[in-house]
C-alpha cells in the first residue's frame, strides 16, 4: 500500500475538524480564501500563502509535517520553504499580523 491518496486525506482531516471549520469561515468572511478555500488574490503570492497556512497550523496546533494539508488543499508545494524565506520581510510580518487579527475575533 502506498501512502500515496491516503495520506493526503488523513491529512485533509486537519483541516476539517470544527476548530478548523470556524477559522476557515472566518477567513472566507476576510476575503483571505473563497467558498472552496482556495486563496484569493489578497493570498497571490506563495509566501503569503504559506504565512496564512502557518497562522492556521499555530491556531489548530497541525502536527509536522504540518503545511502538507495545506499543500494538497492548494496543488503547492514548499510552502514551509516560502514561509522560513519569507517571514522576515516586513510585508509578510504585517499579513501574519493582520491574517491572525481576522482569524482570532
Known amino acids: ?3 500515496g491518496p491516503n495520506a493526503n486525506a488523513d491529512s485533509l482531516a486537519l483541516l ?3 476548530e478548523a471549520q470556524q477559522l476557515w469561515e472566518k ?4 476575503g ?3 467558498a472552496d478555500r482556495q486563496p484569493t488574490n489578497r493570498l497571490s503570492t506563495k509566501a503569503a500563502k504559506a504565512v496564512f497556512a502557518n ?4 491556531m489548530l496546533n497541525i502536527p509536522r509535517p504540518a503545511y502538507v494539508p495545506f499543500e494538497a488543499l492548494w ?3 514548499g510552502l514551509q520553504n516560502s514561509y522560513s524565506s519569507g ?3 516586513p510585508t509578510n510580518i504585517s499579513l501574519k ?4 487579527r481576522s482569524l482570532q475575533q
Request: proline fraction near 7%; include cysteine.
Open 75 to 77: 496543488g503547492e508545494t
Open 1 to 3: 500500500s502506498c501512502p
Open 55 to 58: 497562522v492556521m497550523i499555530e
Open 16 to 18: 476539517d475538524t470544527p
Open 87 to 89: 517571514i522576515d520581510r
Open 97 to 100: 499580523n493582520d491574517i491572525k
Open 32 to 34: 483571505w480564501v473563497d
Open 27 to 30: 477567513a472566507i468572511e476576510a
